[in-house]
């Protein structure tokens, strides 16, 4: 049967096992950035290209493995991606459903790519169902793939970041170069690969309207992160610490696309650090006000680089939440995971510096992590009480493959979700069901999970909270709060133990 495309880019149906019931209505469905990037650049070199996102079709793993193999593509890519740097482990199990089903059809050649391959790609290649793994950002591996299926010679051997089976012995090969002109080589995404109607924001991107939500889209604007956080694992791609741009005439190009061709206006800019470069954040900015677009954009900042001449830019170019990392309350914890020596009252100023230009403030917070106790845990949940930001995220410490924490939680033996007996990969999503987070010297992981789940419901139950809501976004956002917080979490440790 003759292929009917080079390259089948796929978006494993996760959603379901990695957010629970939180999956139908409150979670983001956001467009695979990594593929429509990847799409570009290898539709420049004349492939033929598709793209099959699962998540957004709302397709079973069945559904999913059966459209692989009627689409019957020269090569399959798995993307394993969440809607957050961190969210690629947890992806895994239903890529590895869907591609076991697809080796039962037939042999179709399939690639793995992604924050978690990139970090693991030797016990990727042993473990998992792929024919191929990736190491590396991806581009290049995936073009020089596909000469190499073309040849009859199947040179692998010269396809960067490629690893592979060789007469029964593992193979790899040196990574590629990381792509220094992202304006010239990953200049846009392919939105017109995608079902760009089936996308929706976050709930708290859109408290100011709550029907708006759907019409949504993620442009990435740098690519990696010049910091070294203990929890993350956003370089394993990339190899070192640094970052790299696109440029503001590239960045406007495409909002331009989503605004005139889709009529898209909330939108997400996943970059780790967005504020922080002052030039490219103004520029883009300058070009978003120019055209006089009525925008909901949300993007993250740290507490030590906002300042007020960006924050005025951001709120006029449409820049409505900023995402702020403040993990812990204790200078202790946040020191030992490298996030930077800012203090409580640092950070009260800048969320009240934040709101003072008009915008909002999602407030990022992590319980369990290796200094933590349950004292240092009420202090990082006093902190977000009294800061009051108007959407708070509350998770639980993972050592994520790639980050320097797995590998200090492996040396120091700590459980973690892969090992006997455990969940596996799955037990990395923080609203699963099995989620298994770290254990801390005087902390059971159950523990730090339960303290995570009743922090939630305490921040969106408190009255002050929800009289923020009432009188900044009215009466149906905080009934909405209200519905939101009456559901609870299914965790695996609170099920009945079967007879």
Known sequence: MPSKVDV???????????YQELSQSLAAIEPPVWSGLIATYIQAQ????????????????????????????????????????????????????????????????????????????????????????????????????LHALRSRSLTLHNVPGLWYWDNGKIQHNPSAEKI??????????????????????????????LESRMGYASIQTSLGCPYKCSFCCINAPFGTPGIRYWSSECVIRQIDELVQRYGITNIKIPDEMFVLNRRHVLSICDAIIERGYQLNIWAYARVDTVQDVVLEKLRAAGFTWLGLGIESGSQHVRDGVEKGRFGSSEILRTVNRIKAHGMYVAANYIFGLPDDTHASMEETL??????????????????????????????????????????????????????????????????????????????????????????????????????????????????????
């Open 8 to 18: 089948l880019f796929v978006t494993p149906p996760s959603r379901a096992q990695v």
């Open 46 to 145: 004349g492939f033929s290209v598709e793209i099959l996102d699962s998540e957004a079709l709302g397709l079973t793993v069945e559904e999913t493995a059966k459209q692989i193999v009627e689409r019957h593509a020269s090569l399959t890519v798995f993307m394993i991606y969440g809607q957050q740097p961190s969210a690629s482990t947890q992806c895994m199990p239903a890529g590895r459903q869907v591609c076991s089903l697809l080796n039962e059809a037939g042999t179709f050649p399939t690639l793995v790519i992604g924050t978690h391959p990139s970090a693991l790609p030797e016990q990727t290649l042993r473990e998992e169902p792929y024919r191929f793994v990736c190491e590396g950002e991806g581009p290049r591996t995936v073009l020089g793939l």
């Open 180 to 209: 220094d002109n992202l304006d010239l080589e990953l200049p846009r995404q392919a939105w017109e690969l995608l079902p760009m109607s089936r996308y929706r924001a976050h709930n708290w991107h859109c408290f100011d309207d």
């Open 382 to 499: 006093a902190l977000a009480m009294e800061l009051n930001a108007e959407w708070a995220n509350f998770y639980c410490a993972m050592a994520y493959p790639g980050s320097p924490l797995h590998r200090l939680a492996r040396q120091q033996g700590w459980t973690l979700p892969e090992d006997h007996g455990g969940p596996g990969w799955v037990g990395y999503s923080q609203h699963g069901f099995d989620t298994l987070p770290l254990p801390t010297h005087t902390l059971t992981a159950t523990q730090v999970l339960d303290f995570r789940d009743a922090a939630f419901t305490k921040y969106f139950s408190s009255p002050r909270y929800l009289n923020l809501i009432e009188k900044t976004f009215g009466d149906e956002v905080v009934r909405h709060i209200g519905d939101m917080n009456a559901h609870t979490i299914r965790r695996r440790h609170h099920e009945p133990v079967p007879v």
